[in-house]
């Protein structure tokens, strides 16, 4: 499709599982972000990837976060060890150089 | 530091009536000034931006926002609103070239009929 793609759409781990979110952003996309939305909460900036840039990671909570993006293009946003807290919808952007974000539907993970 | 502040956790106003919702910013490049709006169970979409130029911007719904440098506003009207527009209201600022995207932390908008 055309607009950023992320799986799963769901997802049910158990405290202490890791867990691996996926997003496909827009094809030509320079930029990938994450983000993070606890319930009732607001868009917490987690990560950035700018082109060939080193990723801007100052949001990411703890060190049991990682992301990675492949090829310039798909990326994976891990969480080790996950943590009741971890529970959110974490959300993938893309953008071009104009700026404006365009979402993916975003990946709901429930930690039990 | 970067920052955005929506001062307004909520806001309830009668269908029909007139809305202004405020936003604030802190950044430390010229800013790239956005509003998104999410309804409830969906994504969040680009209502309108803004870049340079004509500090009043028109979007989407009949929205519209105006930048204002000195007060570093970008405050989001609407001259009527919808029993439709009901939904959270973010705004964000952000650049291109290396300049993250953030965001504040929203306003829930609730139209009483």
């Known amino acids: 499709g055309a607009g950023v793609s992320q799986s799963p759409s769901n997802k049910v781990t158990e405290k202490g599982k890791d867990v691996e979110l996926r997003c496909d952003p827009i094809?030509?996309?320079?930029?990938l972000y994450w983000y993070r939305q606890s319930l009732g909460q607001g868009l917490e900036f987690l990560i950035y990837f700018q082109g060939n840039s080193a990723p801007d990671k100052s949001g990411l909570p703890s060190d049991r976060f990682s992301a990675e993006r492949t090829g310039g293009s798909v990326s994976t946003l891990t969480i080790q060890r996950t943590q009741q807290e971890d529970s959110a919808v974490y959300l993938c952007a893309s953008s071009t150089d104009t700026g404006e974000l365009f979402f993916g539907e975003g990946s709901r993970l429930t930690v039990l | 530091a970067q920052s955005v502040t929506q001062p307004d956790i909520h806001i309830t106003v009668s269908e029909g009536a007139s809305l202004e919702l405020r936003c604030n910013y802190s950044?430390?490049?010229?800013?790239?000034l956005f509003w998104y709006v999410q309804s409830p169970g969906q994504g969040l979409q680009l209502l309108l931006k803004y870049f340079s130029g004509d500090t009043l911007v028109q979007g989407i719904k009949g929205f519209e926002a105006e930048f204002k440098r000195s007060q570093s506003s970008f405050n989001l009207r609407k001259p009527s609103v919808h029993w439709s527009d009901a939904a959270e209201y973010f705004c964000a600022v952000g650049n291109t070239g290396g300049f993250k995207t953030i965001f504040g932390a929203g306003t829930r908008l609730f139209v009483k009929a």
């Open positions: 094809s030509g996309h320079t930029a």
């Open positions: 950044y430390g490049a010229t800013p790239y």
